[in-house]
């Protein structure tokens, strides 16, 4: 079976109403949980957001403004999307194992709103490892994203105002119009979308270990996958580690790894170039002023008060927290692989080695760098045309063996 037909096969059954489904063919059951977010009130627009609750400090409502393009649709507050509060999150283990004695979670790319492109993925890594793997969706992405941010008819609307009121902008579209006005209008939403992610999977790890899913062990052991913003949010957890929840983890980052500022996602597909470098300069401000200017931020930014949340300040720009960066790197490089390849214009391999290899390339992080015998990119590593279906399947089962013996060894 080549990628295409495993892909459409997988697709038509993750399409399929129930919340359990076999695939008995393949081997594979896919099982759907509910799950509630209970860190929500930390986003924009709650009557909570001005406050922290482990120090009861209270902070002033003036940090929370934002650009207001006049759409609803976009300029609707975070914390009143009920979708990001209560979504489905999935499983996807073999069929002939019962119980799961080991986890794989998940994480996909920035802008993504659908899991088809990782039902093979997901699929051959739990083949090849007996794990479950949760797909789980970041905070606004996929199953958390308001339904309109994938109506054609309603983007086209708002990346037209994009290009008519800013005619520098480049690489518009209906696909990224949500996304780029959302984190033009309010970048630190990277922030508080990534912490309430990183607090979602402590939840479900908590799940696990009570024994609320029946599917998975309360002893099994927990690693992870990350792709392109995955990667970011990942290795995030991983330096962190809240709780020691992640310490005997392993890390595989496909397409990513990097600080976010080496990483170059102005795409159609991703984000336009004013969101782009809007986020970008608002970062670098907030970082070279101590966060001086978002007073809520700086405190959760704060390693003092917050030592496993403030590891997201150490991933965002390259020449800053270096030292502590590589360090910690460096402790934990037995447990982290990156697989990167070598046309990819959003997440070059070279910052790969970058970051976790360091600077003088003195921190021994395995980086293996690929180049598929096909036209690819960063957003489709393996494309589903026919004609290409043997290589890409080729590459495709390198792609998985090299994660699957990473997690198995």
Known sequence: ??????????????????????????????????????????????????????????????????T????????????????????DYYILKRAD??????????????????WDKYLP?????????????????????????????SDRRAMVEVAQFRKKNYP????????????????????????????QTYSDVIQVVKDIRNQQIKSISPETSIDLFGYSIGSFLSMILKMADPEGIFENSKLFCFCGGMTIDRMFPISKYIMDARAAIKMQTVFAELLSSDFQSDERLGHFQDEKLHPQESWFKMMLRYNYFQKEREDRIRKLHHQIKLYVLEKDEVAPPMEALNTLQGGYRNIKTEVEIQDFPYEYSHMVPFPLTNKIQKEVTEAFQHFINSASEFYNG
């Open 121 to 149: 993925w997901a699929y051959e890594l739990a083949q090849k490892t007996k794990k479950a793997i949760i797909l789980f969706p970041i905070a606004f992405h996929m199953n958390r994203a308001e339904e309109i941010w």
């Open 1 to 66: 079976m080549n990628y295409n037909e495993l892909y459409e096969i997988l697709k038509e059954n993750f399409e399929k109403e129930g919340n359990f489904k076999t695939i008995e063919d393949l081997n594979v059951t896919i099982e759907t949980i509910h799950f509630h977010s209970k860190k929500a009130d930390l986003l924009n627009g709650s009557f909570s957001t001005t406050s922290c609750e482990k120090h009861q400090t209270h902070f002033k409502e003036s940090n929370e403004n934002q």
């Open 97 to 114: 194992v019962e119980i799961a004695e080991g986890t794989l979670i998940f994480f996909h790319g920035l802008n993504e709103k659908k």
């Open 168 to 195: 520098e902008n480049t690489n518009c579209s209906f696909v990224n119009a949500a996304i780029s006005s959302r984190l033009e209008a309010h970048p630190q939403r990277i922030f508080w979308s990534g912490f």
């Open 68 to 87: 207001l393009y006049g759409f609803s649709s976009i300029d609707v507050k975070d914390f009143d999307i009920e979708r990001n509060k209560h979504f």
